[in-house]
C-alpha cells in the first residue's frame, strides 16, 4: 500500500522560511520522478516543483528562484525548502509522484502539511 506522510508545514511571517518533509512506503522515490504540489482554499491542485532522476528540478515560475526540491534516497524522503514566502504561497502542500500515483484507477494522496503565511 502506497502512503506518503508530509510534514514541516505552519505558519509563517511574509518572508519568512519553512522545510517541508514528504517520506513514502511501498514506493522508492529514487526510482521515480517526484513532485511538490499545493491547493490553496477555492483553487485546484497544482504542481509547483519537480526532481527528475534526482538531479534535473524544474519550478512553476510562482516559486522559482524562492524554492527548492530535492531528495534523500537513504531515507526515501523528498524535500521543499520555501523561502522568501509570500501570502499567495498559503495552501496544503502534498507530495507524489511527478504522475501522482494511482491504485485502483484512483489518485493517492497524503493527509498534506498546511502552510499559512500571514502577518
Known amino acids: 500500500q502506497v502512503q506518503f506522510v508530509e510534514s514541516g508545514g505552519g505558519l509563517v511571517q511574509p518572508g519568512g522560511s519553512l522545510r517541508l518533509s514528504c517520506t513514502g512506503s511501498?514506493?522508492?522515490?529514487?526510482?521515480?520522478?517526484m513532485g511538490w504540489y499545493r491547493q490553496a482554499p477555492g483553487q485546484q491542485r497544482e504542481l509547483v516543483a519537480t526532481?527528475?532522476?534526482?538531479?534535473?528540478?524544474i519550478y512553476d515560475d510562482s516559486v522559482k528562484g524562492r524554492f527548492t526540491i530535492s531528495r534523500d534516497n537513504a531515507k526515501n524522503t523528498v524535500y521543499l525548502q520555501a523561502n522568501s514566502l509570500k501570502p499567495e504561497d498559503t495552501a496544503v502542500y502534498y507530495c507524489?509522484?511527478?504522475?501522482?500515483?494511482?491504485?485502483?484507477?484512483?489518485?493517492?494522496w497524503g493527509q498534506g502539511t498546511l502552510v499559512t503565511v500571514s502577518s
Open positions: 526532481i527528475i532522476s534526482g538531479v534535473r528540478t
Open positions: 507524489n509522484l511527478r504522475s501522482p500515483y494511482r491504485a485502483q484507477g484512483v489518485e493517492v
Open positions: 511501498g514506493v522508492i522515490f529514487r526510482f521515480n520522478d
